[in-house]
């Protein structure tokens, strides 16, 4: 089983996010510009809820009330505009176009706008650090779809985005495994282990001690034990690593490969040393070509994402 994921991973993301001035005051921004080469490695698909709802460009902002998302989609909640209009049939049909499209992209993960009463996944209010009512309209129909999520504030950041992309990566390598065996099981969780233990160590042990009891025993497991399995591990990987984790098992991890490999890479410095975001992605990245030189495992990104052109 090669730990390989070689097409195109598909992203969908929040329109006004990719560039388009769709926002209601006719604002946006271009945040993948953030990832450099690393845009042309996706195919992505823009969508915004409230252009597609009929609104228009520009147009009043609108205000969730009374609830939050899934309460709009019980009718307990309301979507006014600031002008006082009950907005609410519109911004259904226009979340609800939104993920029609979505869905009909095939999309892996979607990059949604923090803070935007209709996109916003923690957040449905940018006025003074306020939560608002989250989610928001669009948010949680992208929720009660289990959609692997992106806050769009993290592609500014080198680690922030290197801590998404490699997560995703494995997310959609393991999605698309059908774990039917012990042998198969043992074999994904073997390059997937280091990093789960980075994003979470109790909860990846848990899993751990699952995978080691089935391994100890001679009867066969149907096959929603499996699936079960499957979705812990997947559950898992949508969460982001701690920065200290980071840079902690960069070191750990370097030093497996430079005694066991004598893979050697120039800056890579212990975690208590002081440096910035930039640096610890580039000391990351370094790690990364090196290892997939040499066609090895690197634990922190056990998967190597190289699409085809």
Known sequence: ME????????????ACQFGAKVRYNGKGIDLTQYLGRDRGQFIWTPVCPEVMSGMGVPRPSIKLSGGNGFDFW?????????????KNEMIKKGALACLETLERANI????????????????????????????????????EKNIFLISSIDLQSPVRWWDWKRRLVAFVWIKEQNI?????????????????Y?????????????IRELLKSSEEPDAEFYETIKLE???????????ENIKRCLWANYVNL???????????YEPHVLRNMTH????????????????????????????DR
């Open 74 to 86: 019980k009718n307990e909640a309301n979507v006014k505009n600031k002008e006082g209009q009950n």
């Open 3 to 14: 730990n390989l994921l070689n097409r195109k991973l598909r992203l969908g993301i929040a």
């Open 233 to 243: 591990i997947l559950n898992l990987l949508r969460k982001p690593a701690e920065l």
């Open 180 to 196: 039917n065996s012990k042998e198969i099981l043992k074999e994904i969780w073997d390059k997937v282990k280091y990093v789960l």
């Open 258 to 268: 430079k005694n066991k490999e004598n893979i050697e890479v120039e800056e890579i």
């Open 280 to 307: 610890i992605a580039q000391e990351l990245l370094g790690i990364e070509i090196e290892v997939r030189k040499k066609n090895l495992l690197f634990r922190s990104s056990p998967i190597n994402y190289k699409p």
């Open 108 to 143: 892996d993960a979607y990059i949604f706008m923090e803070g935007s009463p209709s996109c916003g996944v923690y957040r449905t209010s940018l006025k003074n650090q306020r939560l608002g009512n989250p989610p928001g309209v669009f948010g949680a129909l992208l929720l």
């Open 198 to 210: 980075e994003l979470h160590e109790e909860e990846a042990k848990v899993i751990r001690d699952k």
